[in-house]
């Protein structure tokens, strides 16, 4: 099963669009707001050295913003 984990904010709004994105594509996924998690924070920025907000994480992969093309390649949608 592939592991997705959304790394966002709930003031994002483009952080909104992918976790409704998944959803509408019944795609399961864990998500982390990283204004409230500082630990959560900090793995996500060393794992992709981004700060910024929307990052999905596919299993060892790192898409940085909503990118709907990239995220269906990886998911196989």
């Not at 998944?22 to 794992?47: G, H, P, R, S, T």
Request: contains cysteine.
């Amino acid at each position: 099963m592939t592991m997705v984990k959304v790394y966002g904010t709930e003031a994002c709004p483009w952080c909104h669009k992918v976790r409704s994105y998944l959803k509408d594509k019944n795609v399961e996924f864990e998500y982390v707001d990283v204004a409230l998690n500082q630990e959560e924070a900090i793995k996500m920025i060393q794992a992709s050295g981004q700060p910024g907000v929307p990052q999905i994480q596919i299993d060892d992969s790192i898409v940085i913003g909503f990118m709907k093309d990239k995220i269906d390649e990886l998911l196989g949608l």
